[in-house]
């Protein structure tokens, strides 16, 4: 019988998938839909939630009603506001002092001001910067302006980022008073005012925010101040609520103040000493989040893209800080999300973590659960839904990233076996760009001692046997004389291509794992003609990857003996380059122990001098080689390069420590008394009368 007529081609192909895609898309359609829908219900169930009656001493908010209005500056009060805001972000004042003085100006001018700058588009950030300045007095009293409207405020467009910037700067003020009282707690003392502590402040603002936490952590705005508050409570580093973006959205206007980074910054990335009411404050802001939420809400929450961060947050702290009690406690975050003791599959649980795998918003809590979860609930997670899944979820964009922790937790028998199951996926992961997962399982290998052989063999599989055609196809380095690439390198300063640094850094992890994995950037390296050195010495990424190999503490003294003298014709040309002139400041660290290489590339850059001199890149090579010792001091030169690489002392300073370790004075002139003593020509009579009579 003749066979039915189908075309073939890619054509075809891209036709078939069109119309697949057609026909599925109204359920996945309708399944998204479902989707939000339940969402928007917990929302809405959780603002209708707030209208309950007084309770605690406060009316509750209606998170659906209107938020107050404070009034509007008057145009002059715009004027000057603003233009206080440019004086402070150009911070061009002469001492300190004049800075204080005019804070103090603005503050007073500010003056029952505070809630109409805090909610104004224009002038909310100027408020920001006197919140960056400001002593810890005046952040109290700015803190106590808003006492009794941070519900309001923390769900303003413009006003929660002051709330945030306000908590941010008080947290230090807090461990403070607990090592020692402030200069404010000592005048009040004096002055008979009430003092309130900054601690006692915070709690205030936990009271006043408690019964709406539920609706907050949904809001567009108060979600952000919400976390920033965990994260002061907890007493984790201040620098995770400035760059992390579990707590920041990517369009944050980071508002500074000019040549103030680095005070601003300071103490940011080390852990504070809280109160114990803070974790007491902690515990009930994880209760009231959760409270009235059963376990089909929280669920549905954990896809919602405001939520989702909130809940990473509090469930990360429960588990950190509860430790195993939550997993007792039937109300905790934990249980409501996971009520199965037995993660078999099949079950309602496995149900769910499989959703989130492959979800872009709830693989990030995942993340959270396989990091932070005891190792028995990690065990049986592992067995029931990641166990012999890894290689199809590693191939996955989304999924990679949890397949990424899981690795982080796996024991040496574990991630032998993963070892096996990722192996053969090696070369699809490299044409996805999957290479986290990659490099993940590089240094797991590493840390456990585990035998990375079956990674090498895929490696070699993906990107071919010729180890120099190898190497350049991992890095992308183009075989193109560099001269021929002067439009193609500005290019590449400019921007960086982010599947070159995918290599570069593939190749760096490789590199820092002893054993067949480093051989297949060594011999690469050693097998490269010296044109192809050169420019892998001058791209922007693949330079790396060249000073790794040759600064590498464990790198073995023959393989720097072989290829440091190929550079030697070629010196001058590579320290006047933008990027190459970091690799032959890398040579002076590779040439430790080679004494004979250190002088012939000191030579060499020797007789180069003007052309180095006349190079912004060549003159800080001509520093880092210390070649004006060089040329001036060779045998001090010299024994700094056979020892250690700091600078040696000269002869006058070394006279200078003996004189004074006799207790000499004043070294240069007794040293000249001494020489002058020594000779019989020269001597110095010490009585002149004696002189006469002997005459």
């Known amino acids: 019988m003749p066979k039915e007529h189908r075309k073939r081609g890619r054509r075809e192909e891209k036709k078939r998938k069109r119309e697949e895609e057609d026909y599925w898309e109204p359920f996945k359609r309708q399944k998204y839909l479902e989707a939000e829908e339940d969402v928007e219900r917990v929302v809405q169930e959780l603002a209708r939630g707030q209208r309950a009656e007084h309770e605690g001493g406060y009316t509750q908010y209606d998170g659906l009603g209107e938020l107050p209005y404070y009034g509007v ?31 103090t100006n603005v503050y007073k001018e500010a003056n029952s001001k505070e ?9 909310s950030r100027l408020l920001e910067r006197l919140i960056l300045l400001s002593t810890p007095g005046q952040l109290k009293a700015l803190f106590q302006k808003f006492n009794g409207h941070f519900l309001h405020l923390v769900q303003h467009r413009f006003a929660s980022h002051c709330c945030e910037t306000l908590f941010l700067k008080a947290a230090p003020t807090v461990t403070q008073e607990l090592v020692a009282p402030l200069e404010e707690m000592k005048e009040d003392a004096g002055s ?44 984790m580093p201040l620098a995770t609520a400035d760059s992390t973006s579990l707590l920041q959205s990517k369009k944050k206007e980071h508002v500074s103040i000019t040549s103030g980074k680095a005070a601003h910054n300071e103490g940011m990335n080390e852990s504070r000493t809280v109160p114990d009411s803070f974790y007491a404050a902690v515990d009930k802001m994880i209760a009231g989040t959760v409270a009235g939420l059963d376990q089909s809400n929280l669920r549905a929450l954990a896809m919602h893209h405001i939520a989702n961060p909130v809940l990473q947050l509090l469930l990360e702290l429960e588990l950190t800080m509860s430790g195993k009690q939550c997993f007792k406690d039937p109300k905790s975050l934990f249980r409501k999300l996971l009520p199965d003791d037995s993660l078999e599959e099949g079950t309602e649980t496995t149900s769910f973590i499989n959703g989130l795998i492959y979800d872009t918003i709830g693989s990030r809590l995942l993340e959270v659960i396989v990091t932070h979860a005891p190792g028995n609930i990690f065990k049986a997670l592992y067995r029931s839904s990641f166990g012999e899944k890894l290689g199809t979820l590693a191939k996955n964009e989304i999924a990679a990233f949890v397949v990424i922790r899981i690795i982080e937790r796996l024991n040496k028998e574990e991630l032998q076996s993963a070892v096996d199951q990722l192996s053969p996926h090696i070369e699809t992961l490299i044409k996805r760009s999957r290479t986290s997962v990659i490099k993940t399982l590089i240094r797991r290998c590493r840390i456990r001692q585990t035998d990375t052989q079956p990674i090498s063999a895929a490696l070699v599989k993906a990107f071919g046997e010729e180890p120099s055609e190898r190497l350049m196809t991992m890095l992308k380095v183009s075989a193109q004389p560099a001269d021929d ?95 190459a002139s970091h690799v032959v400041d890398s040579l002076w660290y590779a040439s430790e122990g080679l004494i004979f290489i250190r002088e012939k590339i000191a030579e060499k850059l020797a007789q ?22 060089y040329k001036t001091r060779r045998k001090e030169w010299l024994n700094n390069a056979k ?20 207790g000499s004075t004043c070294p240069q002139k007794s040293s000249k008394l001494k020489v002058r003593n020594a000779s019989g020509a020269n001597r110095i009579p010490q009585n002149p009368s004696a002189v006469q009579g002997e005459s």
């Open 115 to 123: 809630l109409k700058i805090a909610n104004s588009q224009s002038c």
């Open 608 to 629: 180069n001098e003007f052309q180095l001199r006349t190079s912004i890149p060549g003159r800080a090579v001509w520093r880092n080689w210390k070649m004006d010792v």
């Open 73 to 103: 500056l008057g145009e002059d009060e715009q004027e000057y506001f603003k233009r206080a805001d440019s004086m402070l972000e150009l911070n061009q004042f002469t001492d300190p002092e004049e800075r204080d003085l005019f804070l």
């Open 643 to 662: 020892g250690a690489d700091g600078p040696t002392k000269t002869s006058i300073e070394l006279a200078r420590e003996r004189f004074a370790a006799n």
């Open 192 to 235: 008979g005012d009430v003092y309130v502590s900054m601690e006692n402040l915070f709690l205030y603002t936990i009271n006043e925010l408690e019964g709406n936490l539920g609706y907050l952590m949904t809001d567009q705005f108060a979600s952000h101040p919400l976390r920033v508050l965990l994260v002061v409570l907890s007493g």
């Open 485 to 579: 690439m002067a439009e193609d390198r500005r290019k590449q300063l400019d921007a960086q291509d982010s599947t070159k640094a995918h290599g570069s850094l593939l190749a760096q992890c490789m590199l820092d794992s002893p054993g067949p994995l480093r051989e297949l950037i060594t011999d690469g390296l050693l097998a490269m003609e010296t044109p192809m050195l050169l420019n892998m010495a001058k791209d922007r990424t693949a330079s790396r990857v060249l000073q790794n190999a040759l600064t590498c503490s464990e790198q073995s003294q023959k393989f720097r003996r072989v290829l440091i003298p190929r550079f030697y014709s070629h010196i001058a040309n590579l320290a006047v380059d933008a990027v």
